[in-house]
Nanobody, 120 residues
Framework: QVQLVESGGGLVQAGGSLRLSCAAS????????MGWYRQAPGKQRELVAI???????NYANSVKGRFTISRENARNMVYLQMNSLKPEDTAVYSC??????????????WGQGTQVTVSS
């Protein structure tokens, strides 16, 4: 059974920081690309950051220079360090994996999401 479990969301003032974590199980973590997405009320889900199995990263323009994605393969964890937060960063943040699971399937999986609210 594949599980992606996010944690670390919460309420923070503008200019503050949060660190999101995603714990993965049931996938061959080191071979999966991992990403963070967000969805604000009334808006479509958008990519925030992605880190490939090889460690390459890519960011949405809106978060470049403020957010950092990282992974810890030994612990099957992916992180999103968010600094200089803005009210427009308010959204539900979800973890995504894309790659092989232990059943041999190549699939994309999603976590349940964690709420991040930035007050002005």
């Amino acid at each position: 059974q594949v599980q992606l479990v996010e944690s670390g969301g919460g309420l923070v003032q503008a200019g503050g920081s949060l660190r999101l974590s995603c714990a993965a199980s049931g996938i061959i973590f080191s071979t999966n690309n991992m990403g963070w997405y967000r969805q604000a009320p009334g808006k479509q889900r958008e990519l925030v950051a992605i880190i490939t199995s090889g460690g390459s990263t890519n960011y949405a323009n809106s978060v470049k220079g403020r957010f950092t994605i990282s992974r810890e393969n030994a612990r099957n964890m992916v992180y999103l360090q968010m600094n200089s937060l803005k009210p427009e960063d308010t959204a539900v943040y979800s973890c995504n994996s894309e790659g092989r699971d232990y059943s041999g399937n190549y699939r994309s999986y999603w976590g349940q999401g964690t709420q991040v609210t930035v007050s002005s």
